[in-house]
């Protein structure tokens, strides 16, 4: 049982390139999500997709689209990458459409991305 | 005032006594609650989760909860080396459109000394 699966999990970028990250899950779940993690600002989301055929957009999504693809798979593209883009990208999921008894989320690995 | 506020730290314990992370939220509505643990260069894990006030434990872990004071803690008993990570608090909000969302804090780095 793989989990969340993310790819790649490192890259370098030149400013101005596009890039997409992937993301798999296998565990049935309903929700899924991008965060992106950086030194002294914690995980900010950047897009969510609350059920397959959704999107909606967190905190931080200026310069970046998503595309729910199926309910496995949640990927997000930078059109034209920023220095300013350079992070930790985190996938994650959960069950999300039931009674509050546990939301928490299965995060992947992590992409590590820098935007030269 | 931000969503999840946390202490950066770090917070240094000496090897088997009780580390103390804390955490304050803002949104009065939040009904459920998480800490995750997070190494260096690895993904956050999720500890423990909880909805009601007061205690839970689950083996050297407690969280506690103080709805009416906003509050979250997570106790660790007999810390071990192996807990030096970063913990992050976590906090669930119900989305109009179903599924949930949860907002974290920046984390408390915890250091565990021999």
């Known amino acids: 049982n793989a989990g969340v699966t993310q790819n790649p999990k490192f890259q370098v970028l030149k400013t101005g390139q596009s890039m997409t990250l992937q993301c798999a899950q296998d565990?049935?779940?309903?929700?899924m999500y991008w965060y992106r993690q950086d030194p002294g600002m914690g995980l900010r989301l950047i897009y969510y997709?609350?059920?397959?055929?959704?999107?909606d957009k967190g905190e931080v999504p200026n310069g970046y689209n998503v595309s729910r693809l199926n309910k496995r798979e949640f990927s997000l593209r930078l059109e034209s990458a920023a220095p300013s883009q350079t992070s930790v990208y985190f996938c994650?999921?959960?069950?999300?459409?039931?009674?509050?008894?546990?939301?928490?989320?299965?995060f992947g690995s992590g992409t590590r991305l820098t935007v030269v | 005032q931000k969503e999840v506020e946390q202490n950066s730290g770090p917070l240094s314990v000496p090897e088997g006594a009780i580390a103390s992370l804390n955490c304050t939220y803002s949104d009065r509505g939040s009904q459920s609650f998480f800490w995750y643990r997070q190494y260096s260069g690895k993904s956050p894990e999720l500890i423990m989760s909880?909805?009601?006030?007061g205690d839970k434990e689950d083996g050297r872990f407690t969280a506690q909860l103080n709805k009416a004071s906003q509050y979250v803690s997570l106790l660790i008993r007999d810390s071990q080396p192996s807990d030096s990570a970063t913990y992050l608090c976590?906090?669930?909000?119900?989305?109009?459109?179903?599924?949930?969302?949860?907002?974290f804090g920046t984390g408390t780095q915890l250091k565990v000394e021999l």
């Open positions: 997709s609350a059920s397959e055929g959704t999107t």
């Open positions: 909880i909805y009601s006030n």
């Open positions: 976590a906090v669930n909000s119900i989305l109009a459109g179903g599924g949930n969302k949860l907002t």
């Open positions: 565990m049935n779940h309903n929700s």
């Open positions: 994650a999921s959960s069950e999300g459409m039931r009674p509050p008894t546990d939301y928490g989320y299965t």
